[in-house]
């Protein structure tokens, strides 16, 4: 069962502003990972889940994450239907992250009232979601749209909250560009958690860069 309502969870995205994505299969990697993104800043992560045993993985990280780590949001992403998203949701997951929109998805958390957050590249699809009752639109993959297509849909749509995956990276302009056109976060893996920084288990790196990253996004909020 969720710890978080969907309202926190929201809330917690507009606070900070960005949604860490990871994926690994060895849980005490993906431990330490958790606790550089945490101690960095960040209070949500997205765990991709798009390996066999996956729900086990998550069930451990989500487990270390309400014992040891308070405050932190665990999600899960690459879900693409229902009966995932239900297993996930037994593991406790606080919300659910499509690649793209789907009716059954958006049911089974509503029913737990679960925040879901559906891939979607068009108007139609975003106000589809919405009137599914989608809090926060996921924009995938970003580097296709851009911050233009956010720019564009704000104006006549401002209340509609967006967070790209894809496309996004740590550098101030690329922020600058998708804050300025009025996203609620964006959505960051492999720009953020690098195979470089795996590959040499520099946690204290990753911690470093999720720290001045999140300061980075604070400051463009403002």
Known sequence: MAKYSRLEVVQAMKNTGMVPLFYHADVALGKKVLKACYDGGA??????ARGDFAYEVFAELNKYALKELPGMIMGVGSITDAGA???????GANFIVTPSLRVD???VCNRRKVLWSPGCGSLTEINNAEELGCE????FPGSTYG???VKAIKGPQPWTSIMPTGGVSTEEANLKAWF?????????????ISKSILEHKDYKGLEIKVAETLKR?????K
């Open 43 to 48: 209070r949500l992560l997205e765990f991709t």
């Open 85 to 91: 998203a239900s297993l996930f949701m037994q593991m």
């Open 105 to 107: 998805i958006a049911k």
């Open 136 to 139: 926060v639109v996921k924009l």
């Open 147 to 149: 911050p233009d297509f």
């Open 180 to 192: 300025d056109a009025g996203v609620t976060c964006v959505g960051m893996g492999s720009k953020l």
């Open 217 to 221: 996004i604070a400051s463009l909020k």
